[in-house]
């Protein structure tokens, strides 16, 4: 029982300490997006509103069958652990293409809706690109957790920031691409953590999808939806709504202040 107990602290200390840093550094780029020239408040505001929509459109890329995953694989015996993670691989990989190319095929309506300026049209292509690389992430991330690979899981973690962190000092300082070098930088990092998610996927994946067991990943997945919708509104409402009373630079003083106000 000690034993366990002393594992179970452990694992929690390195995906603590890892999320902390990693909202720490990402609390040191607000400083720096509020005083370099190349990015107005209005980008910022703009940034602020296309991010509160990609964590509201992940809800319905992921469905739930993140948490239904570590549910059936965590009581499967070895030998099913392949099928349980093939299944819910292929589910997510199949509805991540469908999702994006119905997003893509509706650029202009989603566009309009989330209110992105004409002249910023192409960072709705970077949105579509950095939600499904994030959700193709999804089941491998919760496979090392569910095989308590801690450290293998904060590094893939804290290297996707340090990637993310990096080419934002460059692309804004160095090459003064604005707002853009925010999505480009994002995108990088969650390509880097896709291909070094990659050998953990073909490990276990057999491109076989069990019937039965996607019946039961939906059956217990599905019902997330709305709870998790709920959840996220409530983190995220607040910048659609000042952008729609207000303006795009409003709105970035407004986040800003959100985001220094963490502490």
Not at 7 to 24: H, V
Not at 183 to 190: D, M
Not at 239 to 246: C, E, G, H, Q, S
Request: net charge positive; aromatic share 16%; hydrophobic share 55%.
């Amino acid at each position: 029982m000690l034993d366990k107990l002393k594992e179970l602290s452990k694992d929690t200390a390195i995906y603590g300490i890892s999320s902390m840093l990693g909202r720490f550094l990402n609390f040191l780029l607000i400083p720096f997006y509020t005083n370099v020239h190349s990015i107005s408040t209005a980008d910022f505001g703009i940034f602020t509103n296309i991010y509160a929509y990609i964590v509201f459109i992940n809800v319905f890329y992921i469905y739930g069958v993140d948490a239904a995953y570590m549910k059936y694989a965590s009581s499967a015996e070895t030998a099913d652990r392949k099928k349980v993670f093939s299944t819910s691989y292929i589910m997510i990989l199949l509805t991540t293409v469908f999702f994006s190319v119905l997003l893509y095929i509706l650029k202009n309506p989603f566009s309009s809706l989330m209110q992105i300026p004409v002249s910023q049209q192409n960072l709705f292509y970077y949105l579509i690109l950095i939600i499904g690389l994030d959700a193709l992430g999804m089941i491998p991330y919760a496979k090392l957790r569910l095989e308590r690979k801690a450290a293998r899981f904060s590094f893939i973690r804290f290297t996707n920031i340090l990637i993310n962190l990096f080419l934002n000092f460059y692309l804004v300082l160095k090459l003064k691409m604005g707002i853009e070098a925010i999505f480009i930088a994002n995108l990088a990092a969650s390509f880097a953590s896709f291909i070094m998610l990659l050998p953990d996927v073909f490990k276990e994946l057999s491109w076989k999808v069990d019937k039965q067991i996607a019946y039961k990943i939906l059956l217990f997945g599905i019902p997330y939806l709305p709870a998790a919708i709920s959840a996220q509104m409530v983190n995220v409402i607040d910048r659609p709504v000042v952008l729609a009373m207000t303006n795009e630079s409003t709105l970035g003083i407004y986040q800003a202040n959100y985001k220094l106000g963490i502490f």
